[in-house]
Structure formats: structure tokens, C-alpha cells
């Protein structure tokens, strides 16, 4: 065989086209588009269509001719145009397909969370642990009374630095996330949603780390009280770049408790970074 499998992008262009197909029956494209192009390539190389395929400007795509692509796909252990690989892991995908195709597929961190354990267990190793790298699918969120969403990984490292006092027993705390843990946290917080159970953030108090709580849809923010809070933000602690933030944040519906700490950081534009709250003694202030 010379014409090497189909790319990642082609894959997705066929499945796209057989959603299409489904409901017209046919479809006449250009053959100047790039995925056609790579289609029709690798079809003439197994005798699919007619070799002078890429020679016309237009081409007819059929369900019968996409049905035969998949075939061939399988038979060659290819990855197939038919399957959902972007629901598999990258291992799933390489158990019946020899292509690599590293864009394809759950990341490895996609449904993972970094947890920190209430209290730290021992280890076969001799040491103790009280953070660990999980699915959060496997969590058993109904033992859990409240989500405590952390901002910066070093705060979650170092929560122990912090004084705060959380009405609940038994709290879900887990690390916000980055590039590497951002999607799972989001999917925890979504699935924590239909819980009804109270979600809490903690991170930087200005404008970025307000929109970030309102968008994992927390319910409270962990903050000082407002005279501490008055007499140690500062308009130093927030970024120009949060500015783009401003204007909808500061016309939020805030809750009474709330209402002080949005005048200080979405109109005098002051903020209380997240590792300055070290000795406070902070609790969750409902935000709507």
C-alpha cells in the first residue's frame, strides 16, 4: 500500500459527510478541497473509484461508496471514519486500530481530577498521601456534602497555610485546573450541579476569579470578612487584563453578603490575590 490511512481531520470530514448523506442520499463536492482530495486518493489506491477521480472538479459522494470506505478501513485495521473515537481513550483506540492518531480521542487528563483528601492515608511505601490524580467519573459524589473548587495549584498544596471554616463535614476539594485538569473539573462541577448540594470557590478575589466561580456555577466564594478584606485588597493585586470582565460582573445580581466585596473589586477594581489570604480567616460568602 502506498497511500498512507486517512488523517484525523479526514476522518472527521467523512463523518461530517455522512451525517449528510443520512439525509440526502448524495452529495457533489469539489475536488480541490484538501480532505476530498485525501479521500479520493486513498480511494483509487484501493480500487474504490475510478483512477480519473481527481481529475474532475466535482465528485459524487454515496452512501454506498462511504459504506465500502468503512470496510476497507476495518479490514486494514485502520482507524474507521464509523466509530466515535473521540469517546475512547488513546489506548482503546490503538487496541483495533494500528494508526496513530494523537489528536483523536480522550486526553489523558480530560476526565481526571487533582483530589485532596480530608485526611491522609498511609502508604505501602512508608510515606502518607493526601492528594491524588483520579477519574472523577469513579468518585462517589453522593458521599460528599459540598464541592470546594481550589484556584492555584500551590494553594491546593498548601491548603493546610490556610484558616477556613466550611459548615460542612465531609467537603469535595478538588484543584480548578489549568491546561491539565480544567476539563474534569468542569465535568465534576456540571455533574455536582444536579446534586443541589452547595459548590465552593476558592481562588483570587478580583474580577478573573470571580468570572471563573461564576462559571463552574459555584454558589459561594471563600473570602475574609469584608473589613479584612476592605483593608487588605488592593488595586495592585488586579490585572489591566481582567478589565474585559468588568462590566458584566459589576452588573450581576449579588447577594447582600456579597454586595461589599463587588463594589471593591468590579467598580474601585481592587483584588485580594489567593496566597495573601494566608492567617485570615476566611469563610464561604454566598455570591447570588
Known amino acids: 500500500m502506498r497511500y498512507p490511512p486517512l488523517s484525523a481531520q479526514t476522518l472527521r470530514y467523512l463523518q461530517q459527510l455522512q451525517q449528510r448523506l443520512n439525509a440526502s442520499g448524495s452529495e457533489r463536492v469539489k475536488t480541490s ?24 472538479p466535482y465528485f459524487t459522494f454515496s452512501l454506498t461508496l462511504l459504506k465500502d470506505i468503512a470496510a476497507v478501513q476495518r479490514n486494514l485495521q485502520q482507524a474507521c471514519f464509523l ?25 489523558p487528563r480530560q476526565n481526571r481530577v487533582l483530589l485532596r483528601l480530608n485526611k491522609a492515608v498511609a502508604t505501602n511505601l ?5 492528594i491524588i490524580d483520579t477519574e472523577w467519573e469513579q468518585l462517589p459524589l453522593a458521599q460528599f456534602d459540598a464541592l470546594l473548587v481550589v484556584e492555584n495549584l500551590d494553594c491546593f498544596y498548601q491548603l493546610t497555610s490556610f484558616n477556613f471554616q466550611l459548615p460542612y463535614q465531609q467537603p469535595l476539594i478538588i484543584y480548578r485546573g489549568d491546561t491539565q485538569y ?21 481562588g ?6 470571580l468570572s471563573i466561580g461564576l462559571s463552574l456555577q459555584c454558589q459561594s466564594m471563600l473570602l475574609p470578612a469584608i473589613n479584612e478584606f476592605t483593608q487588605h485588597a488592593n488595586p495592585a493585586m488586579l490585572a489591566d487584563e481582567q478589565l474585559k470582565y468588568q462590566q458584566r460582573l459589576q452588573q450581576m445580581p449579588a447577594s447582600p453578603a456579597f454586595l461589599p466585596y463587588q463594589q471593591l473589586i468590579c467598580q474601585q477594581l481592587k483584588g485580594l490575590r489567593q496566597q495573601n489570604m494566608q492567617r485570615m480567616l476566611l469563610m464561604p460568602i454566598a455570591m447570588l
Open 126 to 130: 512508608g510515606i502518607t498521601a493526601d
Open 33 to 56: 478541497v484538501k480532505a476530498v482530495q485525501q479521500v479520493l486518493a486513498w480511494c483509487i489506491e484501493h480500487e474504490l473509484v475510478p483512477g480519473n477521480s481527481l481529475n474532475l
Open 83 to 107: 466509530d466515535d473515537l473521540n469517546q475512547n481513550s488513546r489506548l482503546e483506540n490503538a487496541a483495533y486500530s494500528r494508526q496513530e492518531l494523537k489528536s483523536i480521542g480522550l486526553q
Open 182 to 202: 480544567s476539563k474534569g473539573c468542569k465535568a465534576l462541577s456540571t455533574a455536582w450541579l444536579s446534586s443541589a448540594k452547595p459548590s465552593i470557590y476558592f
Open 204 to 209: 483570587d478575589a478580583d474580577l478573573a476569579g
